[in-house]
């Protein structure tokens, strides 16, 4: 089940420094020693895998503390989050910190696929990169939103956790991604500086045109997947603040063939 937290980051030292969006390597290492404390186990399996089924996104709030979006797939990842303490106390990067955790959103899979299928025929949708996301496409850096990469990246990202879910309802985007396109955009690259590398990621957004779409089952699983990607992040380096999206559906109905 996809879960979304927010967690509240203030320093522990009377009068310092405001805290700063550092790498989020930094948030990375942190949240971890907070599982790791409640769940070694877990801490340990999460390290082990290459698709960790969380994603996070960092913003600067005006008292100087920092507020990190932590969206998760794992219900295991959320049982744990959900035992953490008020005032949890750690360590960012050097700073001594306090953490609080509040609980915002759990969302069953099967209700966001009917929301999909109630959501009708859209003829587009928009999706809004709030965080630089960059993906890799034939061993390179690519920094476009290409309708291909985006939702088959959401779905190879899903499909580890709702293995048998994904294979009895969806086809994989990248079979019918040539009937939507791109129709418009507006996008910036920005570098983030992880200290011993730097990556550049693309933020904006872009919206998608869906009037090609000739079944209705394959534009239900793209405003399916549009949604899941606010919990799972698109690109790499989403557990380390890039990649996070919003979802806006375009406006515009029609009829299309029923499957």
Known sequence: MPHKYNLDIKTTVPGGAPLRITA?????????????????????????????????????????????????????????????????????GRSQVVVNVHK??????????????????????????LSPTSFRRAGKQWLFPDPDVVFQNVYLKSIEVFGDFFRNNLTPPVEYASQ???????????????????????????????????????????????ALAEFTGIGYKTTMGMGQVEYLPGKGWRDRVVQ
């Open 104 to 129: 915002v959103a759990s969302v069953p899979i099967t209700e966001m696929w009917n929301r999909a299928e109630k959501s009708g025929n859209i003829d587009s949708l928009r999706l809004n990169f």
């Open 180 to 226: 939507f396109m791109v129709s418009r955009y507006e996008l910036a690259t920005k570098q983030l500086d992880y200290g011993r590398y730097k990556i550049i990621g693309f933020c904006g957004y872009c919206v998608y045109d869906c009037r090609r779409m000739k079944l209705a089952y394959n534009c239900q699983s793209i405003v399916f997947l549009s």
């Open 24 to 92: 989020g390597n930094h948030l990375h290492g942190l949240l971890f020693s907070l599982i790791a404390g409640l769940n070694p186990n877990l801490a340990d399996s999460l390290h082990s895998v290459q698709e960790k089924p969380f994603s996070l996104w960092p913003t600067l709030k005006d008292d100087g503390s920092i507020s990190v979006v932590v969206a998760t797939l794992s219900d295991e990842l959320a049982v744990t989050l959900d035992k953490l303490e008020s005032d949890q106390s750690g360590l960012l």
